[in-house]
């Protein structure tokens, strides 16, 4: 009898909405570009810059960073040392892999709950970025906590992937 995979419905959605939200985080990348640039030809030209402009890109980079950080991840597109895993026996490798991946998820899963409180308390201070324009800080601050959820549950998701392989490769005994 064939085991079926309960999580791949799980899966499935969380990649779409990782991989979705990883084509946000590029076009806010392209928009980093688009300000900076403009910045750069408005202060060689016209001795101005664009209002704004550097607290804009300062926020940005958190939409950027955040929302593709768990599809990175998921997509095993982020650095990593093979050196010494490769040079490891087999089970051992397993053992780290697991153990980084559950590292991760409780590092980031703090994070997100702090990240969190943060919010909360930055939304009812009504924190603002003052500069050539004023806006509320807690929407860039919600992307954080969106990009430290769904990276937490990326790594939920590893571990679990992680433990199935690890299942379907042992040697049944009949």
Not at 15 to 36: E, P, Q, R, Y
Not at 62 to 72: D, G, K, S, T
Not at 116 to 123: I, N, T
Not at 149 to 164: N, P, V, Y
């Amino acid at each position: 009898m064939k085991s079926k995979n309960w999580m791949l419905p799980a899966e499935t959605g969380i990649t779409s909405v990782n991989k979705w939200l990883s084509f946000v985080a590029a076009f806010f990348g392209a928009l980093i570009m688009i300000i900076a640039t403009a910045d750069v030809i408005t202060a060689k030209f016209f001795a101005t810059s664009v209002p704004g402009g550097k607290h804009l890109i300062e926020e940005f980079n958190a939409v950027v960073v955040f929302l593709a950080l768990a599809y990175v991840t998921q997509e095993r597109g982020h650095i990593r040392i093979t050196l010494l895993e490769q040079r490891m026996p087999a089970r051992v490798a397993h053992v780290f892999r697991l153990l980084g991946h559950a590292l991760g998820a409780l590092i980031v899963g703090f994070c997100t709950w702090r990240a969190w409180v943060l919010v909360l308390d930055s939304f009812a201070q009504h924190s603002y970025k003052y500069g050539a324009i004023d806006f509320p800080l807690w929407p860039f601050q919600m992307v954080v906590v969106l990009g430290c959820a769904l990276f937490t549950i990326t790594f939920i998701m590893l571990f679990i992937r992680e433990l199935r392989l690890r299942e379907r490769d042992k040697p049944s005994h009949t």
